[in-house]
């Protein structure tokens, strides 16, 4: 099974900041990557596939990129209504790995 | 619009079972493959199982193996999980999730249903 390694865990920033996430594959996954975000009690929502297209509908200040075995993941200005939990998840081979998650508040 | 509607959680005893369902439409769903996964409380997300849009081709993870099995009605319009053997720590959210393949590459997950609580807890 393919390992995908996200981090951090958790981040704090303060609106305005630009917000990094990283996301290590364990073997060459191309660009076969999505960024999820997700809301308590809400399900997952597609923000970036194929590591940097973005999903229609999603805010530009959202953007990905990386291919082969790492990833990043950035929202250019911080908004409050980013807060969430951002998870990679990488679609090259089955089974569908997720990254552990990355909680992001606002400081 | 793409909706997918999940049902059939609840509460199980261990060794019990359940069968979940999701519920598709705004789109064909015999041709699109599709997805479970699911979120314990405050954990992350775990893809459990695919299937194929013919059924012909189907996937399980390794901690679901020998006690879930995926399966679809295509003239339903609807995905199942026969969930057997429940363990504790199958408490999860189950959400059922649509794949799309644009002709190239891989396919990917691009919509999911609003997930249905399964509890397993004597």
């Known amino acids: 099974d393919i390992q995908m390694t996200q981090s951090p865990s958790s981040l704090s920033a303060s609106v305005g900041d630009r917000v990094t996430i990283t996301c290590q594959a364990s073997q060459d996954i191309s660009n076969y990557l999505t960024w999820y975000q997700q809301k308590p009690g809400k399900a997952p929502k597609v923000l970036i596939y194929d590591a940097s297209s973005l999903e229609a509908g999603v805010p530009s200040r959202f953007s990905g990129s990386g291919s082969g075995t790492d990833f990043t993941f950035t929202i250019s200005s911080l908004q409050p209504e980013d807060v969430a939990t951002y998870y990679c998840q990488q679609y090259d081979n089955l089974p569908r790995t997720f990254g552990q998650g990355t909680r992001l508040e606002i400081k | 619009e793409v909706q997918l509607v999940e049902s059939g959680g609840g509460l199980v005893q261990p060794g019990g079972s359940l069968r979940v369902s999701c519920a598709a439409s705004?789109?064909?769903?015999?041709?699109?493959?599709m997805n479970w996964v699911r979120q314990a409380p405050g954990k992350g997300l775990e893809w459990v199982s695919y299937?194929?849009?013919?059924?012909?081709?189907?996937y399980y993870a390794d901690s679901v193996k020998g006690r879930f099995t995926i399966s679809r009605d295509n003239a339903k319009n609807s995905l199942y999980l026969q969930m057997n053997s429940l363990r504790a720590e199958d408490t999860a959210v189950y959400y059922c999730?649509?794949?799309?393949?644009?002709?190239?590459?891989?396919?990917?997950?691009?919509?999911w249903g609003q997930g249905t609580l399964v509890t397993v807890s004597s």
């Open positions: 299937i194929s849009s013919g059924s012909s081709t189907i």
């Open positions: 705004g789109f064909t769903f015999s041709t699109y493959s």
């Open positions: 999730a649509r794949d799309y393949f644009d002709g190239s590459g891989r396919k990917r997950t691009d919509h």
